[in-house]
């Protein structure tokens, strides 16, 4: 079956200009992650959702960071400002959670490459 | 609070030995643990985890991964490493009760022909 789609692939903008960046997770799968990885780190924790509610946005970097989510369904990472800094391959992942489970495995989107000149 | 500690950035086997990519975790309960592995240019894929029963854990591609509770450890292996394993290994850990998973750095694992 399809899996998690992220768009665009690549991404590259000119520092100080907005980017938005696309998650399709799975079909029926409730939460939904963004990561953040940098260039040799690991991954980076920014925001998860379960259904169109976000309980968790403790890793966002800063006030420039945004996200929503429509719905059990798509989720756009919005970044304002961008800077050098924000170049990265941000990752979504999508899992199913049942109810009082948390042992669920998250799959990933094969990510966007951003790039801030 | 959880954190997860991969203590080599890089290991090195020739193929068809065994490999063993270490993973160490620290939480304030009972563990949930998971392998990740990532290709050049791809996102993670799942390997395996260990949420509870046998300490030895199977997964994709040949890999098991050992829970060990006294030592706080999980590490990867296989038996007979083969090229296409070469690829960066990620090591996750999340608490009972919690969503959020804490990825380990990453320990890029090359297998020399």
């Known amino acids: 079956g399809a899996g998690v789609s992220q768009s665009p692939s690549n991404k590259v903008t000119e520092k100080g200009k907005d980017v938005e960046l696309r998650c399709d997770p799975i079909?029926?799968?409730?939460?939904l992650y963004w990561y953040r990885q940098r260039l040799g780190q690991g991954l980076e924790f920014l925001i998860y959702?379960?259904?169109?509610?976000?309980?968790?946005k403790s890793g966002l970097p800063s006030d420039r960071f945004s996200a929503e989510r429509t719905g059990e369904s798509v989720s756009t990472l919005t970044i304002q400002r961008t800077q050098q800094e924000d170049s990265a391959v941000y990752l979504c992942?999508?899992?199913?959670?049942?109810?009082?489970?948390?042992?669920?495995?998250?799959?990933f989107g094969p990510g966007t490459r951003l790039t801030v000149l | 609070a959880q954190s997860v500690a991969q203590p080599e950035d890089q290991v090195n086997v020739a193929e068809g030995n065994p490999l063993t990519v270490k993973c160490t975790y620290s939480?304030?309960?009972?563990?949930?643990l998971f392998w990740y592995v990532q290709y050049p240019n791809r996102g993670l894929q799942f390997l395996l985890k260990?949420?509870?029963?046998?300490?030895l854990v199977k997964g994709s591609y040949g890999f098991e991964a050992e829970f060990n509770k006294s030592q706080t450890s999980f590490h990867l292996k296989k038996p007979s490493a083969l090229v296409s394993d070469s690829a960066l290994y990620f090591c996750?850990?999340?608490?009972?009760?919690?969503?959020?998973?804490?990825f380990g750095r990453g320990t890029s694992l090359i297998v020399h022909p």
């Open positions: 079909s029926g799968h409730t939460a």
């Open positions: 939480v304030s309960g009972n563990p949930y």
């Open positions: 959702f379960q259904g169109n509610s976000a309980p968790d």
């Open positions: 992942a999508s899992s199913l959670v049942t109810s009082g489970s948390n042992t669920d495995t998250q799959y």
């Open positions: 260990y949420i509870t029963g046998d300490n």
């Open positions: 996750a850990v999340r608490l009972l009760g919690s969503y959020i998973p804490t």
